[in-house]
């Protein structure tokens, strides 16, 4: 069975931090004691609004991480230039509305080949590992295909809202999704909601080599320390394999 990668995001670290204006808590400890603690990767979503995540903050991740850095960013030129200046080992590109409280879907991949293909040709062509986060849909799959990501990340989203026989579904419409995404030679990460409760029959799917979880393990930390629920979200993600 692959390997199966803990990336964690530490935009709500930053949303803490920047409740006060302060320095207080710093994402970057945070991301270090992540590390430490399992985290193969982490994650940060730098959005246009800066509502958590700022400039500084990817600065400082880009040049004092111990693990690769997977800059979330949305398909603007403003935030490629961001990402060809410090050059994190990977760039997922996500979809983002100002309104939104958080990410509501994945990107189309499929209706924005002609806006996003350049975009990932730059990245690619800068060493920059290009990651789609798109909706478990073939079409999708097949777009990221055409514009040669290298990864998809498969939207969780839906399935951690629904329950009963709507989340079978959808964890059946994930699962059918990685793998046509691995036949096709695409990496398949995932992410987005996860949680202890609800990331084993996720983590289970053979052909997942990442998961991408935030929220909750910061969450999680307030009451019992972030080295403590990362290794307690990694033991999961083992036990599932
Ligand atoms: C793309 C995704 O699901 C998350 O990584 C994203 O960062 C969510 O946005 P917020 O972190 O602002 O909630
Ligand atoms: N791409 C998903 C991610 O990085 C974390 O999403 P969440 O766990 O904060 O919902």
Avoid: W
């Amino acid at each position: 069975m692959s390997e199966l990668r803990l990336g964690v995001n530490i935009d709500h670290v930053a949303t803490v931090r920047n409740a006060r204006g302060s320095g207080y808590p710093d994402p970057v400890r945070a991301a270090l004691l992540a590390a430490q603690a399992g985290a193969g990767g982490i994650t940060a979503h730098l959005r246009e609004d800066r509502r958590h995540i700022t400039d500084a903050d990817i600065a400082r991740l880009a040049a004092e991480l111990t693990v690769p850095l997977n800059l979330e960013m949305a398909a603007t030129d403003e935030m490629l230039a961001i990402a060809l200046r410090h050059r994190p080992h990977a760039a997922c590109i996500v979809p983002e509305k100002r309104e939104e409280r958080t990410t509501e879907g994945g990107l189309d991949a499929r209706g924005q080949h002609d806006l996003l293909a350049p975009m990932c040709a730059e990245l690619r062509n800068a060493n920059i590992r290009v990651s789609l986060f798109i909706e478990p849909d073939p079409a999708q799959i097949e777009a990221a295909l055409r514009l040669g990501a290298p990864v998809v990340e498969l939207h969780t989203g839906r399935y951690c809202e629904l329950e009963g026989e709507a989340r079978t579904a959808e964890l059946r419409r994930i699962a059918d999704a990685a793998a046509l995404a691995a036949k096709n030679g695409i990496e398949v990460h995932a992410g987005h909601g996860l949680t202890f409760d609800n990331v084993v029959p996720i983590a289970a799917i053979p052909q997942v080599r990442e998961l991408n979880i935030g929220h909750f393990l910061i969450g999680e930390a307030i009451f019992d320390g972030l080295g403590p629920v990362v290794k307690r979200m990694r033991a999961l993600m083992d036990a599932a394999r």
